[in-house]
């Protein structure tokens, strides 16, 4: 049995491949832009769709991410004249694939060269010291009139990044001696403030320290003064006893004299030049003389 290919069969197996062919599919996160004719049709999204042979073209196929560039450094200059070399980063999404594709011819160059016109004009009216430390303020404007100047492009300015700033050689130097000046002055406070602190406990340590002693000895006295007090009321109270002992056994006046007399002796061993001894124990200081002479005879 032979095979015979017909013209029908030739027909059909061209519009299958013809179909085949102009059976597109658009993956996710991408949009094409379709021309009928030579002027633009519609955008195709997410899907499978079908292009009518040499009528519909893809014009321009888009990606939906967002994506990132990196722009080589670009010259500037500061307000106080100081020419510095700065790159940026820039982050950005396409939202409207037609604007993208008949807006702008080389939109990465567009932007390009708007973000370094922008930073030219931001920069120029900042001095050096507020270029340096004020990142954040310059990203923000630069976000700010990137993002209006490319809606009608189609594109999403999501965020601008300052990556480097890169002073002249000269003020690079001049930056690092002053930082390192500043960090010994800031090394000689902390020292300065670490003696101040210990000064400061040690004299609030021999402070405590007087405190604690002149305590010691005020308690020291304190207790001395009681002890010699109660000596003295407890020499006070047997005193009192030994009287009360004598008056209870009702002594007679000549050992009251004799007791007297004890005591005037006491007292003569003492480093007194002049005794006045009363006139009642001058009799009996006489009598126990003579008594003394006639025992010895």
Known sequence: MEFIITPFIIIAVLVIAIIIKNVIIVPQANAYVI????????????????????????????????????????????????????????????????????????????????????????????????????????NSKITTVLDEATDAWGIKINRVELKNIMPPKEIQDSMEKQMKAERERREKILQAEGEKKAAILVAEGEKESAILRADAIKESKIREAEGEAAAILKIQEATAAGIDMINKVNPSKEFISIKALESFEKAADGQATKIIIPSEIQGLAGLATSLTELVKK
């Open 35 to 138: 021309e009928r004719l030579g002027a633009y049709h519609t955008t195709w999204e997410t899907g499978i769709h079908v292009k009518i042979p040499i009528i519909d073209r893809v014009a321009k196929r888009v990606s939906l991410k967002e994506a990132v560039v990196d722009f080589p450094p670009q010259p500037v200059i500061t307000k106080d004249n100081v020419t510095m070399s700065i790159d940026t980063v820039v982050f950005y999404r396409i939202i409207d694939p037609k604007l993208f594709t008949y807006g702008v011819e080389r939109p990465m160059m567009a932007i390009e060269n708007l973000t370094a016109t922008t930073l030219r004009n931001i920069i120029g009216d900042m001095e050096l010291d507020a270029t340096l430390t004020s990142r954040d303020v310059i």
